[in-house]
Structures are given as C-alpha cells and as structure tokens.
C-alpha cells in the first residue's frame, strides 16, 4: 500500500475530507537519480490536495491521519484516464475511414474519443466506489 500522512478537514459520516500534504514523489527527489515526480508537481501548481477518503475510526477535524492507496490504484487510474479514450480514437477514426473515408476517420475519431471518454468515467466512477478508494489505515489526534 502506498501511504501518505494528511489532515482531517471535516467529517461526513463514514467518510473524511483530508488534506494531503505537499511533499511527495518517491522521497529521493533530491537525489541524484530520482525519480523526479515532485519537481514536475511543483511545475504545474502545489500538490496539496484534498480528498475524501473512507474510514471505520472516529475521527475529528484537525487530527493528524494515514491514507493509504492500493498499489495498483495509479495504473488503473492512468489507464482509464489515458488509455481507454485513445483506444476509443484509434478505433473511431479506422472505423470512420474505412467506411467513409478521410473525413468519416476524423469524424469517427472524435466520436470514439467522446464515447470511450465517457465509458471511462463512468468505470471509474464504479471501481471506486467498488472499494479502490483511498482510505484511512492510522490516526492520532493533534491538539
């Protein structure tokens, strides 16, 4: 599991908004050899980003908590972000071009990006509410 120290910004029920703390990429951003993440994190903005996360613990505003993410979390998120439109572009377009020809292969290209967008965030919207969800594994109340 991947884990990551935040604050809890509010309590809603069984979940928690948490605000998850800057520092980040591997750890050896410093280092000759690292990879690297951070720096591109800090490129495009802060990292510092609030979620709400899944939790069985009593917890309070202000409380100091781990989150933690499944390891496989990243590529699922990359490939429906990423992968499953440009599949749905590649697909569109030679469909599009085999049956109409350059214009259909632009047009089809556009529909299936749009289409296989769509069917991505709605598969998201499932496998994360299937339990693939960050979720709270430690906390300790900060006072």
């Not at 605000?19 to 050899?33: A, F, L, N, P, Y």
């Not at 709400?52 to 590529?75: I, N, Q, W, Y």
């Not at 969800?133 to 430690?138: H, I, K, L, N, S």
């Amino acid at each position: 599991m991947n884990t990551r120290k935040a604050i809890v910004l509010r309590v809603e029920g069984a979940t928690a908004v948490v605000k998850v703390g800057g520092d980040g990429g591997c750890g050896r951003c410093s280092e000759t050899g690292g990879c690297g993440s951070d720096v591109l994190g800090k490129l495009f903005g802060g990292r510092c980003s609030s979620y709400s996360v899944v939790t069985d613990r009593p917890l309070t505003p202000g409380s100091e908590v781990e989150v933690a993410v499944e390891p496989r979390a990243p590529l699922l998120a990359a490939t429906l972000a990423y992968g499953l439109p440009l599949l749905g572009l590649l697909v569109g377009g030679a469909i599009g071009e085999q049956y109409v020809g350059d214009t259909g292969a632009v047009l089809g290209a556009a529909l299936g990006l749009a289409a296989f967008s769509v069917g991505a965030a709605f598969l998201a919207r499932r496998r994360l509410a299937g339990g693939l969800a960050v979720r709270v594994v430690e906390s300790s109340i900060s006072h």
